[in-house]
């Protein structure tokens, strides 16, 4: 967490700001908000500095208090909605997306379903999705509540399912908007294309000579 281990401490939402401020800077993204060091402040930030793109990428990871507990996390899936308020108050067009992992060793179908439960409250933008798998040198990877790959494939179909659903509600509602898009490089597929970004951080191919 940004500033944590400096002296004095510093606060992300302070440096957001400062970046922001830099003249002929159009445009500012950072990657990703861990729930657990996440400051509402952070959100106060992006929305009072025009060059803050209004995109968040913050991972939840699980919808059930209990499995969070188990993977450490460290937040919980109130503190996590809290998040997502603030946000949706303070800029209801921004885009949110997470990261999730399903299968966690010892996750009971109730637990899954507390993280289905989330996404529909929140309606992500985008969502990556995983089944767990055991990584060397993990204690999660030791313990003897492992579930089986036909329950973690079944819950990870089930769970992208939703998120497509989700994805597409949520680009619904940019039809008929006039946006600026950032273009970033050639579409390598179709070379009369380009590709760029929304602030939304949304991709878009349209026709176009990036040369």
């Known amino acids: 967490a940004y500033g944590r281990d400096m002296i004095p401490k510093r606060k992300f939402s302070d ?5 922001g401020s830099v003249e002929g ?3 500012l993204r950072f990657v990703t908000s861990h729930p657990r060091y996440m400051s509402l402040g ?23 208090n209990a499995v969070l507990e188990a993977m450490g996390r460290g937040h919980t899936r109130e503190k996590f909605l809290t998040i997502v308020d603030r946000i949706r108050s303070r800029l209801p067009d921004a885009s949110i997306t997470a990261d999730v992992i399903v299968g966690f060793p010892g996750e009971t179908e109730q637990d899954f379903q507390d993280t289905l439960d989330l996404m529909d409250e929140v309606v992500f ?50 039809m008929g908007r006039t946006v600026e ?5 050639r579409n390598v597929k179709v070379p009369t294309q380009v590709l760029g970004r929304t602030t939304h951080g949304y991709i878009v191919y349209c026709d176009g000579d990036i040369d």
């Not at 898009?181 to 490089?185: G, I, K, M, P, T």
């Open 125 to 174: 933008d985008s969502v990556n999705t995983a089944a767990y798998s055991p990584r060397p040198n993990t204690p999660a990877a030791t313990w003897d509540n492992q579930l089986s790959e036909e329950v973690k494939q079944d819950r990870l179909r089930r769970i992208n399912v939703l998120n497509l659903k989700h994805a597409a509600e949520r680009r619904a509602r940019m």
């Open 181 to 185: 898009v950032l273009v970033e490089e």
């Open 15 to 19: 440096l957001l700001r400062t970046v």
């Open 42 to 64: 952070v959100i106060d930030a992006v929305a009072e500095t025009p060059a803050a793109c209004e995109s968040f990428h913050v991972p939840f990871q699980s919808g059930s």
């Open 25 to 27: 800077l159009d445009r």
